[in-house]
């Protein structure tokens, strides 16, 4: 078991605060909490000190003595860098209560200002917790991974365009579902963009593109953009040559009078799974390669030139959870940011990662009617349509990521 420790001040003493405001916090006790501290590096007087980095070169001494602090063993230890004058001392002490802790005394140095006895008190629960190692076993973000059958299996509710708007449950129950699914559903939502808008302002902001604000279109090849026909559209993700794609796509038809037109869905993260279990090193590949995408709009008013550079597949480093798929062959450019002796190498890694997207078992097609909402997480579902024929009106927008997941988190979930 590894553990890694930063410095913690309280908040009521912060990063440049003055040397009178520190000398009348040192004396508060608490323990280490989201809401009550903070971690960070300490600036000091002199010279920018750094406790953090002090934490960091006795790292190996507090891994080794872990164990015996939770099995309650040592009751001190001076933590001090011989070769460093200007560090200062720090003690820990053990408490051995039933909420085992560890209790950290800050000693003044006698060459600087600074921790001059300050308490700082740390949950051992929660050192383990936000351990690098605990932290690698952490999922950001818990998700059920599907199939077709595996979604229509879930039976997974649509939540009613009043309870959506009106209280706290319809709306976590429908963020609960997004968040698991990547898709989501409102029914009964009047068919207008007046509608639509209030509905996606109900959990965040409305993020303005190129597109404008709320988008409102038909098959009238008014914008440079193959949406903009009645032409079946191969799974994608939008806004690739986005430096950062859009979050979460909003969708409303309004109106159709023709045939066809279903719109495709696929689970892009279930899709890069399976890459990851029957060819990990092809998985790596599309982590590590990055890619340009280019739009070049010129039609009418419309003058636009986007790129977006990244991999195909986005994970965190230190748990190596995939949080983000950039796939459109539509939009994908120039491949000139690959080395040569690796390209073939990538082709064939992209070319298992369409297999399994174009899998007929991991397409779930959806008709989209007036009064029903798609929601869509654009960072993990792919999305395409069967050709149509007949008048068709769609009206949606784009969210910004972060206010949903905002959103989210004040209803208590986990995003």
Not at 165 to 189: C, D, R, S
Not at 281 to 304: A, D, M, R, T
Not at 330 to 359: F, S
Request: hydrophobic share 35%; proline share 4%.
């Amino acid at each position: 078991m590894r553990l890694c420790l930063c410095a913690c001040t309280d908040t009521r003493t912060s990063v440049g605060a003055s040397a009178h405001t520190r000398a009348r916090a040192h004396t508060h006790t608490h323990t280490h909490t989201h809401t009550h501290t903070r971690s960070q590096p300490m600036a000091g007087m002199n010279g920018n000190l750094c406790i953090s980095w002090m934490w960091c070169c006795r790292l190996s001494h507090l891994q080794s003595r872990l164990q015996d602090l939770l099995r309650g063993r040592v009751t001190f230890s001076a933590l001090q860098l011989p070769h460093f004058k200007s560090s200062f001392p720090l003690a820990i002490h053990w408490h051995h209560t039933a909420s085992k802790s560890l209790k950290c005394v800050w000693q003044q140095h006698e060459d600087h200002f600074g921790p001059d006895g300050h308490v700082t008190r740390y949950d051992l629960d929660w050192l383990v917790k936000n351990s690098y190692e605990g932290q690698k076993q952490k999922v950001i973000q818990p998700r059920i991974l599907w199939n077709a059958e595996i979604y229509q299996k879930a039976q997974v509710p649509s939540v009613d365009f009043q309870s959506f708007l009106e209280t706290k449950e319809g709306l976590k129950n429908f963020l609960q579902n997004f968040l698991l699914y990547g898709i989501a559903f409102v029914e009964n939502v009047p068919p207008t963009q007046e509608h639509t808008e209030k509905l996606a302002e109900r959990i965040s902001l409305i993020r303005e593109t190129i597109y404008g604000r709320m988008w409102y279109f038909t098959s009238d090849f008014s914008r440079g953009d193959t949406a903009y026909t009645k032409l079946a559209l191969d799974r994608h993700t939008d806004t690739t040559y986005f430096q950062e794609p859009c979050g979460i796509q909003v969708f409303h038809c309004l109106k159709h009078e023709g045939t066809g037109g279903r719109t495709l869905l696929v689970d892009g993260f279930y899709a890069a799974e399976q890459v990851l279990q029957k060819a990990p090193e092809e998985f790596e590949l599309l982590s590590q390669v990055p890619l340009k995408h280019e739009y070049i709009e010129n039609v009418g008013e419309c003058h636009n030139h986007m790129i977006g550079v990244g991999p195909v597949l986005n994970i965190y480093p230190w748990n190596k959870e995939l949080y983000l798929i950039r796939y459109n062959n539509y939009d994908r450019a120039v491949i000139n940011t690959v080395p040569y002796d690796i390209v073939h190498r990538w082709y064939t890694a992209h070319r298992t990662l369409t297999t399994e997207l174009r899998r007929p078992e991991n397409e779930f097609w959806v008709k989209l009617k007036p009064g029903r909402v798609l929601f869509i997480d654009n960072w993990r579902v792919l999305h395409g349509r069967e050709s149509f024929t007949g008048y068709r009106q769609l009206c949606g927008c784009y969210l910004t990521r972060d206010d949903v997941l905002n959103t989210a988190r004040l209803l208590g979930l986990q995003a």
